[in-house]
């Protein structure tokens, strides 16, 4: 069995095996038996925010299938293998606002919290209250409070920790069901110009930078339409240096969005990388920024 066949980008090499898991049950009990470091496996939502090196992962793959969504009031308790998209037409149609713009983002509802999804200026993060967590090391269930998960853009406690997030609660707001399903569906008209349907992707590939985050000096150098909602557009660097239509084998960077990275049919992990890292490297160069990427890097040296 290979990886490529467990990702949205349709790239990675082999795996020992592959468990789906349908409840918490089944998934501590994976865990357990696989070596007590925690590092012997994958836990693996949709595949969709990954790059998987060609020569795969020397592990098992535990595929979280665990879905589930319970409503008490304006309280949404979700599992982690829920699809994100079934809990926004969840929340829609209850009549709960605060997920609606992230309809169209692929994946699980655990995945998204590991990276603190988001798109159109809302995140997963805005409305969650807590998160119960597997500790794969202590093998003991914890809850997490919103404050404790430590969530800034694209990031949380859980890519520095080794917790199974189990299920969420998020706290939501009553709206008009009508105009949230109006706003998701406008939301995925907006977004396929990007995706368009069946690309082989794993989204953008590099994170944007908050402004925060850079020198002064640094900033002051870049062209005020590279800043946008407080982040310095990672797309809008690459494209300055270049990558726009950029290609290494089948790997291609889309000729409309110099930050996507695609996949054009049989391509490989190791291009993809390459790619990467040419124009990462010529953004630094050129302005003295590291591009992070917010992809998930499986078996590969770390990009930065
Ligand atoms: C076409 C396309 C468009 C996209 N658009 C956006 C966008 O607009 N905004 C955005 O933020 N992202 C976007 N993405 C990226 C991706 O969809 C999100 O990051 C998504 O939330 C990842 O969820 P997943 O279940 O697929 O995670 P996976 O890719 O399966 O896993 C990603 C990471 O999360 C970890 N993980 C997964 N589940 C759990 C769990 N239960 N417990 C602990 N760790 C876990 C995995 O181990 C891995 O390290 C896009 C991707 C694609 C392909």
Redesign the pocket.
């Known amino acids: 069995m290979k990886l490529s066949d467990l990702t949205?980008l349709g790239i990675g090499g082999p795996i020992q095996g592959v468990i789906k898991v349908k409840s918490h049950q089944e998934l501590k009990e994976a865990i357990r038996k696989l070596p007590a470091d925690g590092k012997g496996f994958?836990?693996?939502?949709?595949?969709?925010?990954?790059l998987v090196s060609d020569s795969g992962y020397p592990g098992i793959v535990i595929k979280?299938e665990v879905t589930g969504i319970i409503r008490d009031k304006n309280n949404l308790t979700v599992q982690?293998g829920t699809n994100?998209q079934d809990l926004v037409d969840f929340a829609n149609s209850s009549g709960l606002c605060g997920l609606e713009n992230l309809a169209g983002?692929?994946?699980?509802v655990?995945?998204?919290i590991?990276?603190n999804?988001?798109?159109y200026g809302q995140a997963i993060s805005d409305h969650l209250e807590s998160v119960k967590v597997f500790d794969v090391i202590s093998y003991q269930i914890l809850d997490i409070s919103k404050h404790d998960c430590q969530f800034s853009y694209?990031n949380s406690v859980?890519k520095r920790s080794r917790?199974?997030?189990l299920e969420t609660v998020f706290s939501l707001s009553s709206a008009d069901s009508k105009k949230l399903k109006q706003i998701s569906k406008e939301t995925i008209k907006k977004r396929e110009v990007k995706?368009s349907p069946g690309?082989k992707?794993?989204?953008?590939f590099f994170q944007n930078i908050p402004i925060e985050k850079l020198p002064a000096k640094i900033l002051a150098k870049l062209p005020k339409e590279f800043i946008l909602f407080n982040k310095v557009s990672a797309g809008a660097l690459l494209e300055s240096v270049g990558a726009k239509g950029a290609k290494r084998g089948d790997i291609k960077i889309a000729p409309y969005h110099a930050n996507l990275f695609i996949n054009d049919g049989t391509g490989k992990a190791e291009d993809f990388y390459k790619l990467a890292r040419e124009y990462q490297g010529k953004v630094y160069e050129k302005y003295g920024i590291k591009l992070e990427p917010e992809v998930?890097l499986i078996n590969f040296p770390p990009l930065v």
Do not use: H
């Open positions: 949205t994958l836990l693996l939502g949709g595949g969709s925010n990954l979280n982690s994100l983002i692929p994946g699980t655990g995945g998204a590991y990276g999804a988001g798109a694209r859980f917790y199974a997030i995706y690309i992707c794993p989204g953008s998930q």
